[in-house]
Nanobody
Framework: QVHLIESGGGLVQAGGSLKLSCAASGRTFGNYAMGWFRQAPGKEREFVSSIDWTSAFTYYADSVKGRFTISRDNAKNTVYLQMNSLKPEDTAVYYC?????????????????WGQGTQVTVSS
């Protein structure tokens, strides 16, 4: 079992930036794809971004494409999400996720391990 711990959330003004980190303990990332999801109040959890284990392939939701960048450091068992040009609609709890496969495309049903979540609030 791998434990994922997110950090880096907080309150930021619209147009600002935040960088989320997700560190794994226990079992390592291995060759699994990693991803970020988010859930806003009253809404379902949605996919944000994912990355394969080689970092050669990344995937983004249309709503964040061009503003967010996912990366990973397998030596540190850490995955990152750099968020720029933040908008109020980006406000949500952000969850780190480890897929059950190496496939970079993922949905919630593909996830084997979830982090506890970190709150991101963007004020207008």
């Amino acid at each position: 079992q791998v434990h994922l711990i997110e950090s880096g959330g907080g309150l930021v003004q619209a147009g600002g930036s935040l960088k989320l980190s997700c560190a794994a303990s226990g079992r390592t990332f291995g060759n699994y794809a990693m991803g970020w999801f988010r859930q806003a109040p009253g809404k379902e959890r949605e996919f944000v971004s994912s990355i394969d284990w080689t970092s050669a392939f990344t995937y983004y939701a249309d709503s964040v494409k061009g503003r967010f960048t996912i990366s990973r450091d397998n030596a540190k068992n850490t995955v990152y999400l750099q968020m720029n040009s933040l908008k109020p609609e980006d406000t949500a709890v952000y969850y780190c996720a480890r897929s059950n496969s190496a496939r970079v495309t993922m949905t919630s049903s593909d996830i084997g391990s979830w982090g506890q979540g970190t709150q991101v609030t963007v004020s207008s």
